[in-house]
């Protein structure tokens, strides 16, 4: 079992900035494929960003890209996802979730789940 706890979101202004993190904890955080995504009002749960077990490989959806920047410290067993210029459209409930080995994009080929982080921007 992997644990994952999302911390950093919170209201801001369109424009502004916000930095999530997710804290893991129950197996080797370096086996894991890391991805947030995130989830509006009445719509699906949709990818935002991924990152390989060593980080040297990211991935974004055309939305995000350019915005928000994904990266993790194995030795913290966190990952992070730096978002800057943010929209009123970027307001969700944004989750981090762990698979063993290579990163998807698809929610559902995720293993293991956080609660979830509320991200409000205001206009």
Known sequence: ??????SGGGL??????LKLSCAASGRTFSNYAMG????????????VAAI????????????????????????????????ISLKPEDMAVYYCAARL????WQP???????QGTQVTVST
């Open 12 to 17: 801001v202004q369109a424009g502004g900035s």
């Open 108 to 114: 559902s080929e995720y293993d293991y789940w956080g």
């Open 1 to 6: 079992q992997v644990q994952l706890v999302e």
């Open 52 to 83: 390989s077990r060593t980080g040297d490989i990211t991935y974004y959806a055309d939305s995000v890209k350019g915005r928000f920047t994904i990266s993790r410290d194995n030795a913290k067993n966190t990952v992070y996802l730096q978002m």
């Open 101 to 104: 080995e290579l990163v998807r």
């Open 36 to 47: 947030w995504f995130r989830q509006a009002p009445g719509k699906e749960r949709e990818f």
